[in-house]
């Protein structure tokens, strides 16, 4: 658990993680797993399945290593975990091609998200919604 994407204090009540192959056809399974796990509805819920396939998207893209999704529920908010084992971050957006705005995208929905690199390799993108 990424002590930085909650906030201080904040106990998670349940945590639920599932492995992804690197592989497109997968991003569907990680929408449907986010639907089922997080206590949403209505736009919040829509918000949190589009930004969940926005990272597990970047991640079976660009990392093309195996992916762990995780979710994690506090009285308070919603988080979302995607860790692959890529060392690189995701290429910036090029004005010249479709595609990339992602991560701009998650920053803008999201009520805090960012990207930490582990000192062992890979790195996990995360995002919180408020409940």
Do not use: C
Not at 57 to 74: D, F, G, M, S
């Amino acid at each position: 658990m990424l002590a930085a994407a909650l906030p201080h204090g904040e106990p998670v009540e349940r945590e639920a993680s599932l492995v992804l192959p690197p592989q497109p056809a997968h991003v569907r399974r990680a929408r449907r797993f986010v639907r089922d796990e997080a206590p949403l509805a209505g736009d919040r819920l829509d918000v949190l399945v589009l930004l969940t396939s926005e990272l597990v998207t970047n991640a079976v893209i660009h990392a093309r290593t195996q992916v762990e999704l995780t979710v994690a529920v506090t009285a308070r908010s919603v988080l979302v975990m995607v860790h692959d084992l890529h060392a690189g971050p995701a290429p910036a957006p090029d004005e010249g091609r479709e595609g990339g705005w992602g991560l701009g995208l998650v920053a803008a929905l999201a009520a805090a998200a960012g990207t930490d690199r582990h000192p062992d390799g890979g790195k996990t993108a995360w995002f919180r919604l408020a409940r």
